[in-house]
Every structure is written in structure tokens, then in C-alpha cells.
């Protein structure tokens, strides 16, 4: 399997903007001062192996948008602001010739999970097919409120591409786009599901906009289980321990120390953070990815190092 992220932010996108590209460079004009950069591959290998991700990259801003490959057809997990640029890369692999299917599992139907669709210029095209897995039963009316008077001019229905949904029960297993899915309910204002895929002996577990008490984190706790031996955890890590804790309880998502604890516990091999709180800068998550590894260093209980990455728009994760 491969997780290949189009969107990581939470609850909006969050553009780039002019002040902080060029902030970016000019912190890499000052890191270069003095440096012999003869040429181009001079100039790549200083950024490369010189600059941190902060500023040679960003996380991006899109909203939440994950394709998983490794199935049959096209898998994709949520449909935030990123899927317009999955559409993009469809439209210039396959064109409007080639029909395609794409299997989308919906964490659950607030705007900056939903917002993609209206831009996915695949769903335009006669002859492909968008079927919309989750545990909603208000799927299509979400997607149809989104796209009428007076919010936007394309009416739902206009949409070329045949669309299906198909409701998922919590705790069953799916066999779906060559993969076994498993979904699962999660603590979120009007409810949020994750799901588990597994395929070939591996297991890749999307679970964002779900809140995980700290006091309930256990061995019996019904996620550890969820997220058992996971090769990789794709987790809500939106909020810092002290937020999720305090100002931020109950609004329906978790923290970067949480996920750690839960990975430990449930024997997780890679950890993804996601669904970024979209205050936090380039600078502030590379500082929350460093202090989180610090973190899982000092909690490890003498089994693996479980690894951490933060989840960034272009990000590819093997499995």
C-alpha cells in the first residue's frame, strides 16, 4: 500500500501567503551566506541536506484529502480542499476518455471534509463512477446542500459522473476496492468514523476528527484494538496536550502526546500526525513533530521505536 496526501490541514485551508514565502527566502539567503554555490546541484544538495523542512517546504494548506494505492481502482479518504488536486492528477493520467471508479470513504460531512467535491473535475465526466462510503445517513444531502442556491452555481445533480452511497455499520467488515475495511465510530460532534484497510498482510488506519480522552486510554480501550499493529496510523493530532485538555475539550479532536500513547499501546509501527490546526505555521509543526519524537523517546517502554512523521500535502508513505 501507499498513502499519498493531497490534504493535511483541519478545519480550513490555509494558503501560503506572500509575507511567509518570503520569510522562507530570506532565511535560505542567510543560511547560504559564505557557502560556495557553484551550480544548480550545489544549490540542491545545500537545500537538501542544509535547510530545515520549514523552510525549504511547507505542510501545505489543503483540507483533508488521503488516496490510499495498492487496491483495485482508486481509493481516497475524505474529500477537503485536496481532492481538487487528486482530480487534477486524475484528469492528466487517464484524461476524459478512460472511465474510471473511485471509492471514497467519508470520515463524516462537515464543510472541510466535503468542500473538494464541487472542484473534482472527474465527478463532471459521464462514464466514471464516485462511490461515497460512510456511516452518515445524510451523505448525499450534505453534498447537495453544498452545491445549491445560493452557495454555489452548480447544482449537485449537474454532475456527470454516476454517484452511489453506501452506508457503512461500525464494526463490520468490508471488502471493498480489494481491500478489507473496517470502519469504526468515533467521539466528534454529529459522530465521525475511521477506518482500518488491510491488504496482503499489512493494515493503513485513517482515523482524523476523533477525541481520545486521556483518562480512557487503556489496554481495553476499544481503539487500541482499532489500531492494533497498524504498519501505519494516519491520527488527529490537531491540538497540543494542554489545548485538548483545557480551552480545547470536547470540540472533537486530539493531540500529538495522545496518538504516541495510543501507537505504544496498540503496537503501531508508523505514525502519521494530521489534520493540522491551521493557526500553526511551517515553523510551529516542524516544532511539534520534534517535540513529539522527544516524547515517544522518553514513553517507549523498552519495545520498538515506533516512528513519527507529520503528514504534509505531497507526502508519500509506503506500506
Given at each position: 500500500?501507499?498513502?499519498?496526501?493531497?490534504?493535511?490541514?483541519?478545519?480550513?485551508?490555509?494558503?501560503?501567503?506572500?509575507?511567509?514565502?518570503?520569510?522562507?527566502?530570506?532565511?535560505?539567503?542567510?543560511?547560504?551566506?559564505?557557502?560556495?554555490?557553484?551550480?544548480?546541484?550545489?544549490?540542491?544538495?545545500?537545500?537538501?541536506r542544509e535547510?530545515?523542512?520549514?523552510?525549504?517546504?511547507?505542510?501545505?494548506?489543503?483540507?483533508?484529502?488521503?488516496?490510499?494505492?495498492?487496491?483495485?481502482?482508486?481509493?481516497?479518504?475524505?474529500?477537503?480542499?485536496?481532492?481538487?488536486?487528486?482530480?487534477?492528477?486524475?484528469?492528466?493520467?487517464?484524461?476524459?476518455?478512460?472511465?474510471?471508479?473511485?471509492?471514497?470513504?467519508?470520515?463524516?460531512?462537515?464543510?472541510?471534509?466535503?468542500?473538494?467535491?464541487?472542484?473534482f473535475?472527474?465527478?463532471?465526466?459521464?462514464?466514471?463512477?464516485?462511490?461515497?462510503?460512510?456511516?452518515?445517513?445524510?451523505?448525499?444531502?450534505?453534498?447537495?446542500?453544498?452545491?445549491?442556491?445560493?452557495?454555489?452555481?452548480?447544482?449537485?445533480?449537474?454532475?456527470?459522473?454516476?454517484?452511489?452511497?453506501?452506508?457503512?455499520?461500525?464494526?463490520?467488515?468490508?471488502?471493498?476496492?480489494?481491500?478489507?475495511?473496517?470502519?469504526?465510530?468515533?467521539?466528534?460532534?454529529?459522530?465521525?468514523?475511521?477506518?482500518?484497510?488491510?491488504?496482503?498482510?499489512?493494515?493503513?488506519?485513517?482515523?482524523?476528527?476523533?477525541?481520545?480522552?486521556?483518562?480512557?486510554?487503556?489496554?481495553?480501550?476499544?481503539?487500541?484494538?482499532?489500531?492494533?499493529?497498524?504498519?501505519?496510523?494516519?491520527?488527529?493530532s490537531?491540538?497540543s496536550?494542554?489545548?485538548?485538555?483545557?480551552?480545547?475539550?470536547?470540540?472533537?479532536?486530539?493531540?500529538?502526546?495522545?496518538?504516541?500513547?495510543?501507537?505504544h499501546?496498540?503496537?503501531?509501527?508508523?505514525?502519521?500526525?494530521?489534520?493540522?490546526?491551521?493557526?500553526?505555521?511551517?515553523?510551529?509543526?516542524?516544532?511539534?513533530?520534534?517535540?513529539?519524537?522527544?516524547?515517544?523517546?522518553?514513553?517507549?517502554?523498552?519495545?520498538?521505536?515506533?516512528?513519527?512523521?507529520?503528514?504534509?500535502?505531497?507526502?508519500?508513505?509506503?506500506?
Amino acid at each position: 500500500m501507499l498513502a499519498r496526501f493531497w490534504g493535511t490541514r483541519g478545519s480550513l485551508p490555509t494558503p501560503l501567503g506572500a509575507a511567509a514565502v518570503r520569510l522562507k527566502v530570506r532565511e535560505a539567503l542567510l543560511a547560504a551566506r559564505g557557502r560556495a554555490l557553484e551550480n544548480a546541484a550545489d544549490i540542491d544538495a545545500f537545500i537538501d541536506r542544509e535547510l530545515p523542512f520549514s523552510v525549504r517546504g511547507t505542510f501545505g494548506g489543503n483540507s483533508s484529502c488521503v488516496q490510499i494505492e495498492g487496491g483495485d481502482g482508486h481509493v481516497v479518504c475524505d474529500m477537503g480542499s485536496g481532492l481538487r488536486e487528486f482530480g487534477i492528477r486524475m484528469m492528466t493520467q487517464f484524461g476524459p476518455a478512460k472511465p474510471q471508479t473511485y471509492n471514497i470513504f467519508l470520515s463524516h460531512v462537515h464543510w472541510d471534509h466535503i468542500m473538494g467535491l464541487p472542484f473534482f473535475t472527474p465527478a463532471y465526466i459521464p462514464g466514471n463512477v464516485l462511490r461515497i462510503h460512510g456511516g452518515h445517513k445524510t451523505m448525499r444531502e450534505a453534498l447537495l446542500r453544498q452545491q445549491s442556491d445560493p452557495c454555489f452555481p452548480v447544482h449537485f445533480e449537474k454532475l456527470g459522473a454516476k454517484i452511489e452511497f453506501i452506508e457503512l455499520e461500525p464494526g463490520r467488515e468490508y471488502d471493498i476496492a480489494g481491500f478489507k475495511v473496517r470502519p469504526i465510530l468515533q467521539h466528534h460532534h454529529g459522530d465521525s468514523y475511521g477506518y482500518r484497510f488491510m491488504r496482503d498482510g499489512k493494515a493503513l488506519v485513517y482515523s482524523t476528527d476523533c477525541e481520545h480522552k486521556f483518562e480512557a486510554l487503556g489496554p481495553d480501550y476499544p481503539f487500541v484494538d482499532f489500531f492494533r499493529d497498524a504498519d501505519l496510523l494516519i491520527f488527529d493530532s490537531m491540538y497540543s496536550f494542554a489545548e485538548a485538555i483545557s480551552v480545547k475539550e470536547d470540540w472533537g479532536h486530539s493531540s500529538n502526546m495522545v496518538a504516541v500513547e495510543l501507537a505504544h499501546l496498540a503496537g503501531v509501527k508508523h505514525l502519521a500526525l494530521y489534520h493540522h490546526e491551521p493557526v500553526y505555521d511551517d515553523r510551529m509543526l516542524e516544532t511539534v513533530l520534534g517535540e513529539t519524537i522527544r516524547f515517544e523517546e522518553l514513553s517507549r517502554d523498552n519495545g520498538p521505536a515506533l516512528r513519527v512523521s507529520s503528514a504534509y500535502d505531497g507526502l508519500e508513505i509506503a506500506v
